[in-house]
């Protein structure tokens, strides 16, 4: 296979990883992982390519071991954005099928950019550090050498030594994590069974506390924090598994679990196997922000079972989650949810695509990457416009169909890798088998050029707008001036109703007097939220109008919370109302931010 992912260096066309073992000791007083990973490579030549290169980034390997011997190994100079090659020679090849080991000692280095180490302060109860890892997209290579591409699979043995309990992206073999010791290492084990990309890999070790959330399904979490993130996700755990394995097949992986995070986490959810890694935002107090758990849930077929082949193809992870995520709430909360969700991510969509240009190359469902640093090309165009081509294929042949298309697809590719291509031909493959006339003549009128490759908005459907009537409605009284509000305007809202309102006001065409962007918050108590989503969209607004009064609010907030969705856009809006405050903001809290939110935020801000 001619390798397709243009994200790493690795010569994965020719070896291809089977097996990883993983063994380290996490020091959080050096802050480094330090170990050894054991790689078993299968070669895929006939003849055996004489050389194995990985992908790297600032690590510090001090020995490579082939099959047991000593090897001539280099590590050569850095491509940016992708890190430095480890070139290892094999002097003998080795025949298509063989397995070579490659033992690798290492350490990771204070330059690491796929771990967050936290002070004791930075943390829930203050008492003890913490290290968590976010490897999706190309961050793995800075935490062990390996093929850090999603187009190679292995299963994976973990063996971490630490002072603190431990997860990682694995089932737990013989851990008590309700365990923890201040003296001494305590060895966490997990195996991971089925096959997963690198990008899959995870860590975190921190004072960590379990309750259970469903029947296959735990919380973890900072003991202080325990039995708030047990009430907020066990009424759904269940519901969503239960939804999600009629949509598509059973649960592959066993256990389901969720870890809850220090604020600093750079995103809402990450789908690690076994243990989702999530924001602390979505402990709002409301339930209404659990919808991120049934799309990570979702992930565990569309990306971790089923994965795209390389981050050009990203939207069969992504618009695939987002499209399960939404058939799985409509089951669960009424049809109209669909479409209010939808409603919502199309605003996104809009706001990415203004962002980068309706012409831009990062609004094309395929996106080009050849020489991009995932991470600049990543916005919610993937997530909605890879929605709207499902749904509408979905609308095209018809749910009845669709539905029947959904398992085979994910029977397919099971434990496999796919591009737009195959996906294309997987589904013309099924539905000419299914030999429905009428449906066949419809499939034949697909523009599959237009859809994978024409750059700004698809066509928008038509939403069913129950839900956002009277949210459009209520902001449609606030473009009067001698509006007086009543807090019982929202009363009947949901919080994410409520977000719709007031992004609707986000976008008046002038924004609103300071006097009144204050009283909108008083009158519907929003400062006072604990939901960060629903402050996040009023502040933006006080910003835009200059309130001066809700700075301190915001400050406090860009200072305690490093998830890009809300802190994004508030610095955007903050660069714009007070540059200075801005970058003094940024200079106080850039080390507790991950690297990818520091990131982006330092070209947000014309750091960079
Ligand atoms: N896999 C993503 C998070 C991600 C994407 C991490 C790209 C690194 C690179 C995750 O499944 C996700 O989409 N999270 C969303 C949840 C939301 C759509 C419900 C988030 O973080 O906001
Ligand atoms: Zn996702």
Redesign the pocket.
């Known amino acids: 296979m001619t390798p397709r992912d243009p994200n790493t260096l690795a010569n994965y066309g020719d070896w291809a990883v089977r097996h990883t073992t993983v063994d380290f000791k996490v020091n959080f007083e050096k802050r480094r992982l330090e170990g050894s990973v054991l790689l078993e490579l299968e070669s895929l030549t006939d003849r055996g390519s004489r050389e194995i290169v990985l992908d790297t980034n600032r690590l510090a390997i001090s020995s490579v071991r082939l099959d047991s011997s000593d090897s001539e190994w280099a590590v050569r100079d850095r491509v940016e954005p992708f890190g430095a090659p480890l070139h290892v020679s094999v002097p003998d090849g080795a025949s298509r099928g063989d397995i070579v080991k490659l033992n690798i000692t290492l350490e990771t280095t204070e330059h690491c950019v796929g771990l967050q180490w936290m002070t004791p302060a930075q943390t829930g109860n203050k008492k003890h550090p913490y290290v968590y890892s976010?490897c999706?997209?190309i961050l793995a290579r800075s935490i062990f050498p390996c093929q850090d591409t999603p187009d190679v699979k292995s299963t994976f043995t973990f063996n971490i030594a630490s002072p603190l309990p431990v997860v990682a992206s694995g089932v737990p073999v013989h851990t008590d994590i309700k365990g923890g010791s201040d003296a001494g290492d305590k060895l966490f084990r997990f195996e991971q069974k089925v096959p997963i990309p690198s990008y899959l890999f995870a860590l975190a070790s921190g004072d960590l506390a379990t309750a259970p959330i469903g029947r296959r399904s735990v919380v973890v979490t900072g003991p202080e924090a325990l039995e708030e993130a047990k009430w907020e996700l066990e009424e759904d755990m269940d519901k969503f598994l239960e939804v999600a394995e009629k949509l598509v097949f059973d649960y592959q992986w066993g256990q389901y679990n969720v870890l809850v995070l220090p604020p600093s986490f750079a995103?809402?959810?990450?789908?690690n196997p076994i243990y989702t890694f999530a924001t602390p935002t979505i402990l709002s107090g409301d339930r209404q922000n659990v919808?991120?758990i049934a799309?990570?849930l979702s992930?565990s077929w569309s990306?971790n079972l089923v994965g795209c082949a390389s981050w050009e193809h990203f939207w069969l992870?992504?618009g695939w989650?987002?499209y399960l995520?939404r058939r799985i709430n409509a089951v669960i909360h009424g049809e109209p949810q669909f479409d209010f969700s939808a409603i919502i991510g199309w605003k996104s969509l809009e706001d990415s695509v203004s962002l980068f240009g309706a012409d831009h190359e990062f609004t094309k469902l395929i996106i080009s990457h050849k020489g991009v640093d995932?991470e600049d090309a990543?916005s919610s165009v993937p997530?909605e416009k890879g929605f709207h081509f499902l749904y509408y294929l979905d609308r095209l042949v018809g749910r009845e169909h669709f539905d029947k298309f959904i398992p085979h697809y994910f029977r397919t590719w099971a434990r496999k890798s796919l591009d737009s291509f195959e996906f294309k031909q997987t589904f013309l493959d099924f539905f000419e088998k299914y030999g429905n006339a009428e449906v066949n003549e419809k499939i034949a009128q697909i523009p599959w050029d237009e859809k994978f490759y024409k750059p700004g908005l698809p066509p928008k459907p038509n939403f069913n707008t129950a839900y956002v009537d009277s949210c459009l409605e209520l902001a449609e009284k606030w473009k009067n001036e001698d509006y007086q509000p009543n807090p019982s305007d929202v009363e009947s809202f949901s919080a994410n109703q409520t977000i719709v309102f007031l992004q609707a006001v986000q976008d008046f065409s002038s924004p609103l007097s300071v006097e009144r962007a204050h009283l909108l918050g008083t009158t519907y108590s929003i400062s006072a939220s604990k939901n960060v989503d629903l402050k996040t969209a009023y502040y933006v607004i006080s910003l835009r109008s200059g309130d001066r009064q809700e700075f301190p609010g915001i400050v406090e907030l860009l200072s305690s919370i490093g998830r890009m969705?809300f802190v994004r856009p508030l610095y955007r809006g903050l660069y714009k109302a007070d540059r200075n405050l801005a970058l003094e903001t940024f200079q106080k809290n850039k080390d507790f931010y991950p690297s990818t939110t520091k990131g982006q935020l330092e070209k947000d801000l014309g750091l960079k």
């Open positions: 976010q999706q997209a995103y809402g959810g990450m789908e919808d991120v799309h990570e992930h990306g992870n992504e989650t987002t995520e995932p990543f997530y969705k």
